[in-house]
């Protein structure tokens, strides 16, 4: 039992240590500007590239999913594989709108409120068919996209649109969504 229960909170304790450093960054917190239309944003996102760290790092056809709750919380799950022979795994967190930001800075739990992260909505496209996802210290971030295949064109774009907001791009590594993409350049 103690086993368990420190594999459970040891992960969140370094996610959280992950989330207070800043890294030597000097550039002042990071903060949204986006209008995000809840009921649009709501769904399945397919994570295209992260700033990888230890909870997603080596993980394949991963994904986030979205539903907005009764209460006006959001049930946040990511879902993921360790290898694309493996079965679709999920951890799940509630994730609250902090309000006055436009719904686009969100504090998301996870393992029971243990873990915490604040979340960015930097960007959304207009047809809500990508997102650029943040965060306050740009120790981590996220490119997503409805569809789980993006052209390397429109990456490149998205990508850069991330420099503008101070984040350092060589940083990012596109998430394996198909098993084709596995150990190709730029994937991790």
């Not at 450093?21 to 000097?26: D, H, Q």
């Not at 981590?140 to 991330?162: C, N, S």
Request: glycine content about 8%; charged content about 20%.
């Amino acid at each position: 039992m103690r086993r368990l229960a420190l594999s459970l909170i040891l992960p969140g304790l370094l996610l959280l240590a992950a989330c207070a450093s800043t890294g030597g960054n000097t550039m002042p917190p990071l903060t949204a500007t986006a209008n995000v239309q809840l009921d649009r944003f709501m769904g399945r996102w397919w994570v295209i590239a992260n700033i990888p760290y230890f909870a997603e790092n080596g993980k394949v056809a991963t994904a986030d999913v979205y539903t907005l709750r009764d209460d006006g919380r959001i049930d946040n799950v990511y879902a993921y594989r360790k290898a694309f022979d493996k079965p679709e795994k999920q951890m799940k967190g509630i994730a609250t709108v902090v309000p006055g930001t436009n719904n686009a800075q969100w504090e998301i739990a996870f393992f029971f409120g243990l873990v915490k992260a604040d979340l960015l909505v930097l960007e959304v496209a207009p047809d809500y068919s990508w997102a650029l996802i943040g965060h306050p210290k740009r120790k981590m971030g996220w490119v997503f996209a409805r569809e789980q295949a993006m052209d390397a064109a429109q990456y490149e774009t998205l990508r850069a649109k991330f420099a503008a907001y101070g984040y350092d791009t060589s940083q990012f590594q596109r998430v394996p969504q198909f098993a084709e993409q596995s150990g190709q350049p730029g994937f991790q």
